[in-house]
């Protein structure tokens, strides 16, 4: 095994059961890898089945065929999941996209943060949970004037910081977060992806960022994948990605981002793409060095 490779996700298909007859393929044979300390950025139009995805990393849903190899370990096979349990719990984070949901309203901020350390008897490495807990959220641009607030004092912006501060507070060496600006202002959505930025530099862990804003994913993302119906289309770093995309959905996907300059913004054309999922066969070729096109066999997108 190649040990640069911290997760290497292989042809996952996921299937959610509507009724008797009729399932939704949310997965489809997805393939990608992460590497230890890169920030990989999974992009798609919503449904297209990147929360599945993060889903089925974090052990929330079991596949319905492919593996996850994570640190070497198949985490879809129940009886490796049992032996490493305790690797699995505490060295993945995840953080949704609306942290007033996913935090204990019922708790205050200095409990949220230290709480993954309570529950899975770490000692605290400065002394107390509640200074762990200041450590974290100082880290994260909050002082300690937040320890003793509930999360439904907190702006949007702070509530995602402090479960920010909490999936830290494990040190992961893999952080998934889920849209995790999605819901917040315009204006605060850059101070949090510049804030990850600087986490990821400073501790170095391996960051799957779901997100829809391809402006923050071209600035924070060292590779990126596009999804379209449960599939990757189109995988490449991030800035060969957004200056040259191949793929006709990718292409669609990009021209959908808004100009800064007026002028070239009012000449912008926005690209359909209605193709049903089902003429998308074929695999992931690689065009340039680690650019990957879903293509079929001697097919070329112009
Ligand atoms: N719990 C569920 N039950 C049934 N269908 C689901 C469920 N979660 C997601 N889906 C379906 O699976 C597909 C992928 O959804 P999702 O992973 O949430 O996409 P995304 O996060 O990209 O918006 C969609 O068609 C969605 O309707
Ligand atoms: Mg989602």
Not at 151 to 166: F, Y
Request: neutral net charge; charged residues 25%.
């Amino acid at each position: 095994m190649n040990d640069d490779i911290l997760l290497d996700v292989r042809h996952l298909t996921h299937v959610f059961p509507l009724s008797k007859k009729i399932a939704v393929k949310a997965l489809d044979d997805l393939s990608f890898q992460i590497r230890r300390g890169e920030i990989f950025g999974l992009v798609g139009e919503s449904g297209s089945g990147k929360s599945t995805a993060a889903r089925c990393i974090m052990n929330l849903y079991r596949p319905a065929a492919g593996e996850i190899i994570y640190k070497g370990v198949n985490i879809c096979d129940p009886a490796q999941f049992r032996t490493h349990r305790k690797m699995l719990q505490t060295t993945r984070q995840l953080i949704f996209q609306d942290s007033s949901s996913s935090l204990d309203q019922r708790m205050k901020v200095c409990d949220i943060v230290a709480e993954p350390l309570k529950i899975h008897r770490i000692r605290p490495a400065r002394g107390s949970l509640r200074a762990e807990a200041e450590f974290q959220l100082r880290y994260v641009g909050l002082d300690a004037g937040f320890l003793d607030k509930y999360p439904s004092e907190l702006s949007g912006g702070q509530r995602q910081r402090v479960a920010i501060a909490r999936a830290l507070s494990m040190e992961p060496e893999l952080l998934v977060a889920d849209e995790p600006i999605a819901s917040l202002d315009v204006s605060i959505q850059a101070q949090i992806v510049n804030l990850f930025r600087h986490l990821q530099q400073e501790h170095g862990f391996s960051f799957l960022f779901i997100a829809h804003d391809l402006a923050m994913v071209e600035f924070l993302c060292d590779r990126v994948g596009v999804m379209y119906h449960g599939r990757l289309v189109e995988a490449a770093p991030a800035k060969e990605l957004f200056s040259s995309p191949v793929h006709p959905y990718t292409q669609a996907l990009l021209s959908a981002i808004p100009i800064p300059d007026p002028r070239l913004e009012r000449a912008r054309q926005i690209r359909q793409f209605t193709e049903d999922p089902e003429n998308f066969q074929g695999v992931l070729t690689e065009v340039s060095p680690e650019h990957y096109v879903l293509m079929r066999e001697g097919e070329h997108h112009g």
